[in-house]
């Protein structure tokens, strides 16, 4: 069974274009994230959700809308994609925030995007 | 300005000898560090966390210290094999805070057969 699993794992449309990527948990985790990773390898928070709410959003252009519809889902939707928003998406969750103990990230296999 | 520096350039090791990671951060106070490895094509995968009041931890042929002094995190894997070519990323955790981690860029390993 995947434990955190994300649909499409490649992605490749026109500038301009809107996309979304699906993010599903079977963990029964409370807390869902959004990463990207660039092409120099470096991971970055984008959103966070506990429990269906939006606690954490880094400074990500409003093009990137994030959505919970319950709280084993987390789906991304990018509008008017640009050739920067070209990396790698990765979807995560933990058990919850109150304690790093418990914040062990549990990572899908991520979605190549690329911007032509 | 706030940092977290892993060595760029790959590390190269002869398989058997034990293989020394470094994570260096600068104007974080972490309350807890973490391990991953991640594969080409693949999300990275959790492998040890230790916390700001722990000096070492160990995980089967994983050590992991934690300096909050000289602000640095040293991984170490001994006997090391062909199949722990990776890369490794440290990350912070801060306290007082939501707890998420972020992320160095990770550092290559390739062990040599």
């Known amino acids: 069974d995947t434990a955190v699993s994300q649909t499409p794992k490649y992605l490749v449309t026109q500038m301009g274009n809107d996309k979304s990527i699906k993010c599903e948990q079977n963990?029964?985790?409370?807390?869902m994230y959004w990463y990207k990773q660039d092409s120099k390898k470096f991971l970055k928070i984008m959103f966070s959700y506990n429990n269906k709410e939006l606690i954490i959003n880094e400074t990500v252009p409003n093009r990137f809308s994030p959505k919970s519809p319950d709280k084993a889902h987390l789906n991304l939707h990018i509008n008017s994609l640009e050739l920067g928003d070209s990396a790698v998406y990765f979807c995560?969750?933990?058990?919850?925030?109150?304690?790093?103990?418990?914040?062990?990230?549990?990572f899908g296999p991520g979605t190549r995007l690329t911007v032509l | 300005s706030q940092k977290i520096e892993q060595n760029s350039e790959a590390l190269n090791i002869q398989e058997g000898k034990t293989a020394t990671l470094t994570c260096n951060y600068t104007?974080?106070?972490?309350?807890?560090l973490q391990w991953y490895r991640q594969d080409p094509g693949r999300g990275p995968v959790f492998l040890l966390l230790i916390r700001e009041n722990e000096k070492e931890k160990r995980k089967e042929r994983l050590k992991v210290t934690f300096d909050t002094t000289l602000k640095q995190s040293l991984f170490h894997i001994t006997a090391s094999q062909p199949a722990d070519s990776a890369t490794y990323l440290c990350?912070?955790?801060?306290?007082?805070?939501?707890?998420?981690?972020?992320f160095g860029r990770g550092t290559s390993l390739i062990v040599h057969p």
């Open positions: 104007n974080y106070s972490p309350a807890y």
């Open positions: 995560a969750s933990s058990q919850g925030l109150r304690s790093g103990d418990y914040n062990e990230q549990f």
């Open positions: 990350a912070l955790l801060l306290s007082g805070g939501s707890y998420i981690p972020t």
């Open positions: 963990l029964g985790h409370d807390t």
